[in-house]
């Protein structure tokens, strides 16, 4: 929204002094109440400000918080996936560090011999596991991944904004994008990461 | 922004046959032109539509994103600086390892003995070095770390969108804030990670 200048200085005068009458407005910058109508419907029609009958004109920004938030939500995961580095199980724990280099993910996707989706592998998990020394070579994987029930996904159709939660919330770095299939297990779509978010957040600027 | 519903209609119209005069989308709206003006106003003056003599309206969402990239613009990394975990040179791999797990973040900052900023270890430069078995109880941090000139970091009064951009274009998940020392060496003050991006976005869906 691009206001004028007097537009500007009337958000000014009623960040400072409201609630405040046009009236009051209109005295301050030596202008008739007439004069200010039109630019005082232009900023409560945007939600700059708002009025209130027998109070006068106070500051609100909702306008624009809520305008972020509509942006946000149009944001589908689907449109931000990337693909997935998926190995299998059995895989032993050093294959899985050096799929991990290879690849240059912060997080391995497991699947079983049905193509189910049954683990999550995160550096910090290859770290953990690397102290163990030679053993790496003969151990598989299976043994240092997250399972179910606690590994956690998001849909395709689901929002950005909701998978950046989830990753807040459960401390992790990336996501697995999954479908069901028709026997009611996982399979791996797509993946998803702070690194997506990151993108998302520098893009918001730049548009 | 909240738009009443004849506005949202012009800018269905506009949007869907734009570029079109404002005679037109009067006779859509079975409206006279002289009822539209003001609501022609509003549209235009917030950025959504935009008139050209002898063109007419047509569809742009600039303001949206203008709105947003302003609002990027307000966040200094000051307000978001998080707890930098700072090692000494000369600390074995070994007992990076164990830092880094018991502190549970991504990246190390590394100090000299006069607390001048020297390099960085990520979770991924630990997670190679791990790989060479016995040593890493006798192998300092130094020889893996990243160093000058290779180091990024930024500054309090930086942008948050800056450290975004810069955690992005070097590839990298958490960024030293340092302060320039009078003998022109840095010391590090604090953090910024792509916990921090994901966390910000996230509030700004909240707010």
New interface residues.
Partial sequence: ??LNKRQQQIIDIVKHNGPITGEHIADRLDLTRATLR?DL??LT???ILEARPRVGYYYTNK???????D???KYHVREYASHPIIIKNGMSIYDA?CT??MEDV?TLFIINEKGDFVGVCS??D???A??M??DIHTTPVDIIMTRMPNLSYISMDDKV?YA??L??EKEI?SLPIVQQKENGNLEIKGRIS??T??????S??K?
Avoid at 197 to 202: A, E, S, Y
């Fill in positions: 929204m691009e039109p419907a232009i029609m945007s939600g306008s624009q918080n809520k305008i972020i938030a942006e946000l939500k560090i991990i280099f912060s550096r910090k290859l770290l953990r690397s102290m020394g030679e904004i950046a939660q990753m807040i770095d702070k690194t978010i990151t993108k998302l957040f520098v918001l600027f548009e």
